[in-house]
């Protein structure tokens, strides 16, 4: 698994950019499979964290789980990794 590149700001905050990005291709029908492939590419950790990117993005799900996932997984953002994100979108 590649370290999950997004920061716990971005992830507790629901109206973030990352979360609107995945908002709009679920509205223009992008498939979830698809999106989920490019949380991936962009943002790096396994498809369990994506889907649960997914799923907060959604509001199906809490960012506190995906926290509490990630600490499990000894998740530790670099500062590099934060600011080049958004370069992959």
Same mark, same amino acid.
């Given at each position: 698994?590649?370290?999950?590149?997004?920061? +716990?700001?971005?992830?507790?905050?629901?109206?973030?950019?990352?979360?609107? @990005?995945? +908002?709009?291709?679920?509205?223009?029908?992008?498939? +979830?499979?698809?999106?989920? &492939? #490019?949380?991936? +590419?962009?943002? &790096?950790g396994d498809e369990?964290?994506?889907?649960?990117?997914?799923?907060?993005? $959604? &509001?199906? #799900? #809490?960012?506190?789980?995906?926290?509490?996932?990630? #600490? $499990?997984?000894? @998740?530790?953002?670099?500062?590099?990794?934060?600011?080049?994100?958004?370069?992959?979108?």
């Amino acid at each position: 698994m590649t370290t999950f590149a997004l920061g +716990r700001k971005t992830i507790i905050n629901e109206s973030s950019l990352e979360y609107d @990005w995945i +908002r709009r291709q679920v509205e223009e029908g992008t498939e +979830r499979s698809e999106i989920i &492939g #490019s949380i991936l +590419r962009c943002f &790096g950790g396994d498809e369990e964290i994506a889907e649960l990117f997914y799923s907060i993005a $959604l &509001g199906e #799900s #809490s960012p506190g789980i995906l926290l509490t996932h990630l #600490s $499990l997984c000894d @998740w530790s953002p670099t500062p590099d990794l934060e600011h080049e994100r958004l370069e992959k979108i």
